[in-house]
């Protein structure tokens, strides 16, 4: 089974500020997806960026990039001269390419950007 | 485009009545569509997958009498809490995987349903 972990609970920065955010995950596929999704205050999830496993150059989607270390399994996302609405929960997310394609959500980081 | 609604968005019942949720594709065909739940500051657990025409699989240890599930058609599926308990107060979301869509493992969410049990 596929775990996926972000060892930190909660982070706090300043507005314009970088941040980030780790994940972990384990499993033995080869040929998966691995996401980071945003849950505003709304509770609508938004995706974030999506990385696929076999491409090796890292997922840009403006202020917001990975740094994908497949032989590592770690995925963390960067986000660049943050803003206020960045704030939310912030998930990492690993699914398999094959099979049913369900989504292993970590724990979560609550992100907080301050002014 | 690719938009996922649910409704109610808030639903407050009493103990012991079913509640159902439902969860539309609006511009989209959806064959699998799933349920989570997710507790207050926790991340969303896994509930079931529901496949169009088909009974839902779904996951250990949620009780299958208890969440029943129906994906009657491509862009159509329902939750049904059934004899509802405090304890099944949460917060539900569905997810949509566009049919015949590119492959991008791409999956849409709902906005959620809140459930209340009293």
């Known amino acids: 089974a596929q775990t996926v972990t972000q060892s930190q609970p909660e982070m706090s920065v300043q507005e314009a500020e970088t941040v980030t955010l780790s994940c972990t995950y384990d499993?033995?596929?080869?040929?998966?997806?691995l996401f980071w999704y945003k849950q505003p205050p709304s509770r609508q999830m938004i995706l974030v960026i999506r990385q696929e496993a076999y491409k090796q150059q890292n997922a840009t989607e403006n202020r917001f990039s990975v740094n994908f270390q497949k032989a590592a399994k770690s995925f963390s996302l960067k986000i660049s001269d943050s803003q206020l609405g960045d704030t939310a929960m912030y998930f990492c997310?690993?699914?398999?390419?094959?099979?049913?394609?369900?989504?292993?959500f970590g724990q979560g980081t609550r992100l907080t950007i301050n002014p | 485009g690719a938009v996922v609604s649910q409704h109610p968005s808030r639903v407050i019942c009493k103990s012991g009545t079913s509640v159902k949720i439902e969860c539309r594709s609006l511009?989209?065909?959806?064959?699998?569509m799933f349920w989570y739940r997710q507790f207050p500051k926790k991340s969303l657990m896994l509930m079931a997958t529901?496949?169009?025409?088909?009974?839902?699989?779904?996951e250990q240890g949620v009780e299958k009498d208890k969440f029943l599930i129906n994906h009657a058609s491509l862009t159509l599926s329902t939750l049904t809490v059934t004899s509802a308990h405090p304890e099944d107060s949460s917060f539900y979301i569905c997810?949509?995987?566009?049919?015949?869509?590119?492959?991008?493992?791409?999956?849409?969410f709902g906005e959620g349903s809140r459930l209340t049990v009293l």
């Open positions: 997810s949509a995987r566009e049919m015949g869509g590119k492959d991008t493992g791409e999956l849409f």
């Open positions: 997310a690993f699914m398999k390419r094959t099979g049913a394609q369900k989504l292993v």
């Open positions: 529901s496949n169009e025409g088909s009974k839902a699989t779904y």
């Open positions: 499993t033995s596929e080869n040929n998966y997806y």
């Open positions: 511009d989209f065909q959806a064959t699998t």
